[in-house]
């Protein structure tokens, strides 16, 4: 009865009694762009979803199988770094893939996702007032993460006359004397730009001048259709001053494990480790065994897969082109990012009413920074037959405006 008295005579000020308890940070904050559409689309009927970047893969057998069988034997944290055997096969990987070795011991944590290992990495490295470079546009949580950290981000663009990859020129028109950090991530979302060897040689003169610190989110990177995926880190002069995210949420399609890592020179790492100790403790254990699993023998699941995504990078941009847009060809991830500008509408209005009308749901490229205005990011995360109805639907949206 009390309780209820008590309910009743708070009953008209609850909102405002409650929102007075929300820090300004989470009240300034704006939520996800990207959420927005999946949310729109979940109402609807007979939607086909281009909006979230989440593979349409279920997750190889023998991954999920090496998680289940886990909780027999282990259902207990692990280190705060993770599975010493995870490490170790994380930096057999990077080393024999990319060319980039770090000490399993000292320099690799396992991280709940690449979620997570940004987060870390941004808030064991940026001091309120720092002045943080992130290519633009880019992947929705490098901004609020940033800002969370009480850093500044300053977007730089990567336009479309340059594929979309990131330009000395463009790094140098905004640097300051608080510039702290440089945040990539190539192969990118939103736009499947990727850069070459010479294209990172390019800016690493500028990192080590100006004594940038390079945060790299390579978790694209085995989504890489024409060549050979280039870490960061393999650059002789950025490997000091270089952190590397990646993790298994795309390639092996195991987003829902919640499983990444960071890698960086020791102390970097153990900074990040601090972090992550307080914040998180240690990754799923299940998840950990399951990547473990991931790293084993020949990453075949992951080939077939990849196979499969350049097949429909190559159908979505024939498509989108058929149907009136230009369209730049990606060169890694699964997003294709047409400008709609020929349309005379913004992005926003184009994947409103696309959706509305069309029943067919994208994320407007703005979303994803200044850069990405006039485009839409359409992610190939879908079967083959759904794309194409997918395209026979935006051409007759397109016709009918
Ligand atoms: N970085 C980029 C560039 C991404 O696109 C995503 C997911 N869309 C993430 C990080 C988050 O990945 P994870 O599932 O490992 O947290």
């Not at 991954?63 to 770094?81: K, L, V």
């Not at 977007?155 to 990131?166: A, N, T």
């Not at 990539?184 to 500028?206: H, K, Q, W, Y």
């Not at 900074?271 to 992550?276: G, P, T």
Request: glycine residues 6%.
């Amino acid at each position: 009865m009390a309780n209820d008295c008590h309910f009743h005579s708070e009953v008209i000020s609850v909102s405002e009694q409650t929102t007075k308890h929300i820090s300004h940070l989470a009240r300034t904050i704006p939520p996800s762009g990207i959420r927005r559409y999946f949310d729109i689309a979940q109402q609807m009927e007979d939607i086909v979803s281009l909006g979230v970047g989440e593979p349409d893969f279920m997750t190889p057998w023998k991954i999920c199988d090496a998680a289940i069988s886990s909780f027999e034997h282990n259902t207990s944290y692990t280190s705060n770094a993770g599975l010493p055997s995870l490490r170790n096969a994380i930096s057999q990987y990077l080393d024999q893939r990319f060319g980039t070795y770090y000490d399993p011991d000292h320099e690799v944590v396992v991280t709940s996702g690449v979620s997570e290992g940004l987060d870390v990495a941004i808030r064991a490295t940026i001091d309120p007032g720092d002045e943080v470079l992130t290519v633009d546009p880019i992947f929705v949580s490098y901004a609020p993460c940033i800002t969370m950290s009480g850093g500044v981000s300053v977007p730089v663009p990567c336009l479309e006359k340059d594929q979309f990859r990131l330009t000395p020129d463009a790094i140098m028109e905004r640097i300051t004397p608080k510039t702290k950090a440089l945040v990539l991530n190539f192969p990118n979302n939103p736009t499947g730009a990727v850069m070459r060897r010479e294209d990172l040689c390019s800016i690493a003169d500028i990192c080590v001048d100006h004594d940038l610190l390079v945060l790299s989110d390579e978790i694209y990177a085995e989504m890489t259709y024409e060549g050979d995926h280039v870490a960061v880190a393999s650059i002789p002069e950025l490997y000091d001053r270089t952190i590397t995210l990646s993790g298994f949420s795309k390639a092996w399609a195991m987003t829902g494990f919640r499983v990444g890592y960071l890698c960086a020179p020791k102390e970097l790492c153990q900074a990040a480790l601090k972090i992550h100790q307080y914040v998180m403790m240690s990754a799923p254990t299940a998840s950990q065994y399951g990547a473990l699993e991931a790293l084993r023998g020949e990453l075949d699941d992951v080939r077939e897969m990849i196979r499969e995504y350049r097949l429909r990078r190559n159908m979505i941009v024939d498509g989108l082109v058929r149907a009136g847009l230009s369209c730049h060809m990606p060169q890694g991830a699964f997003y294709a990012f047409p400008s709609i500008e020929s349309t005379g509408l913004s992005d926003i209005e184009f994947a409103e009413r696309l959706i509305r009308e069309a029943h067919v749901a994208a994320v407007p490229g703005s979303v994803f920074g200044p850069s990405g205005a006039g485009h839409i990011r359409c992610a190939y995360a879908v079967s083959r037959s759904d794309l194409s109805i997918a395209l026979e639907r935006i051409s007759d949206f397109i016709s009918s405006l």
